[in-house]
C-alpha cells in the first residue's frame, strides 16, 4: 500500500484562506470562513449574500450558532439591512442549523432538504468536540424550510436574476445551486469543494460527476463553493478529477473483493492527498461499494461506514504509513 504522506509531498501545499465578506459583484457576496494546510474542516462550510432594495437574501445559514450570527452581524454591518429570505442548499446541518437565527426570514429549500432537515433534527450534544463553538448552543432550534420546489425557482432582487436550480443526487439527494446569469457567478454548494475532500456520505458519486458536468456546460465565471475558497470552474475540475479517480480506484478494488476500508487504505490520492479532511475518502469509498453492490440509499451506512474507517486507521497505522 502507497504510503500518504510520502504522496503528499510530492505536491505543493495547498492554499489558505481568510473568513472574510467578499465582493463579487454589485450586491453579491461570498462568505468564506477561514481554513487551510492541517486545519480540521468539518463544519466550516460558506455561505452568499445577495442585497435586494429592501431586504437580504442568504444562501445557506451556517452550523455552529457563533458561525451563523458573525455572518448575520457582518452582512447586516456592511448593507444596513435585514435578512428577509434564506436559501438551504442542501440539508447538511453545517448549512441549515443557523436557520433559526433568520428567523422570521422565509427559508427555502428542495423538498427533499425540508424532510431531511426535520428527520434529522437539532443534535443532542452539537460540536460537543468543538469548546470553542459552544456560545449560543443552547439557542438552537428546529427552523427547517418553509417554501420547497423540485427544479427550479427564479427570484428577482432589483433588476438581478436570482435562478435556485435543483442539481441532484449528487452531495445529497436534495443539492440545489444559485445562478446569478448577468454577474456570470454560480453558488455551487456542496457539489463544489475546493483543496478540501468532498464528503460524501449521503451522495451519488457517479451522479456527481454528471452534475459537476452540467455546471461545466454553463456559463459561469465565478463558483463560490461549499467549503473551500472562491474558485472557477478550474477549481471545479479538480473536484470532478477527485471523484472520478476515486470512483476508478474504488471499482478495480471492489473488483477484486478488497473490503473499503481496505481499498481507502490502499489507493494512492496524488495531488488530493493534500487536501484537507482525508477521513472523507473512506466514507466516499463506502458510499461507491454500496452503489456498486446495488444497495445505496440517500441515507448514510453509519454501521458500515465505523467499520470501514476502523480498518482504515488499522492499516494506516501500520509500518510504511
Excluded at 427555502?108 to 428527520?119: D, G, L
Excluded at 479532511?277 to 448514510?300: I, S
Aim: aromatic letters at 10%; one cysteine or more.
Amino acid at each position: 500500500m502507497p504510503s500518504q504522506l510520502a504522496s503528499a509531498a510530492k505536491y505543493p501545499e495547498i492554499p489558505s484562506w481568510p473568513t472574510e465578506l467578499r465582493k463579487l459583484a454589485p450586491n453579491v457576496y461570498a462568505y468564506t470562513q477561514a481554513t487551510g494546510p492541517g486545519v480540521d474542516n468539518a463544519s466550516l462550510s460558506n455561505a452568499g449574500l445577495i442585497v435586494g432594495d429592501d431586504n437580504l437574501l442568504a444562501i445557506d445559514a451556517l452550523g455552529p450558532p457563533v458561525h451563523a450570527k458573525a455572518f448575520i452581524a457582518t452582512a447586516q454591518r456592511v448593507t444596513g439591512k435585514s435578512f428577509g429570505r434564506v436559501i438551504n442548499t442542501h440539508h447538511h446541518r453545517d448549512h441549515t442549523n443557523g436557520n433559526c437565527f433568520f428567523l422570521p426570514a422565509e427559508i427555502v429549500s428542495h423538498e427533499f432538504c425540508r424532510a431531511a432537515v426535520i428527520q434529522q433534527g437539532i443534535p443532542a450534544h452539537p460540536y460537543d468536540n468543538r469548546p470553542q463553538w459552544q456560545q449560543g448552543m443552547n439557542e438552537l432550534k428546529l427552523a427547517p424550510p418553509s417554501m420547497t420546489f423540485t427544479d427550479r425557482m427564479t427570484y428577482r432582487y432589483g433588476d438581478m436574476v436570482v435562478d435556485v436550480i435543483y442539481n441532484g443526487p449528487a452531495h445529497t439527494w436534495g443539492d440545489v445551486m444559485v445562478h446569478l446569469p448577468q454577474h456570470k457567478i454560480l453558488f455551487a454548494a456542496d457539489i463544489a469543494f475546493f483543496y478540501v475532500t468532498p464528503a460524501g456520505q449521503n451522495g451519488h458519486m457517479t451522479k456527481w460527476i454528471e452534475a459537476i458536468d452540467r455546471i461545466m456546460d454553463m456559463d459561469v465565471n465565478v463558483i463560490v463553493p461549499g467549503h473551500g475558497p472562491v474558485g472557477t470552474k478550474k477549481e471545479l475540475a479538480e473536484t470532478r478529477a477527485y471523484l472520478d479517480l476515486l470512483a476508478r480506484e474504488v471499482r478495480k478494488r471492489h473488483d477484486k473483493g478488497m473490503r473499503p476500508g481496505q481499498a481507502a487504505a490502499d489507493i494512492d490520492f496524488g495531488r488530493f492527498s493534500t487536501w484537507t479532511n482525508p477521513e472523507r475518502n473512506v466514507w466516499n469509498t463506502v458510499r461507491l461499494y454500496a452503489q456498486f453492490d446495488g444497495t445505496l440509499t440517500p441515507d448514510m451506512d453509519t454501521a458500515a461506514t465505523d467499520q470501514a474507517m476502523a480498518e482504515y486507521n488499522s492499516l494506516k497505522r501500520a509500518p510504511g504509513h
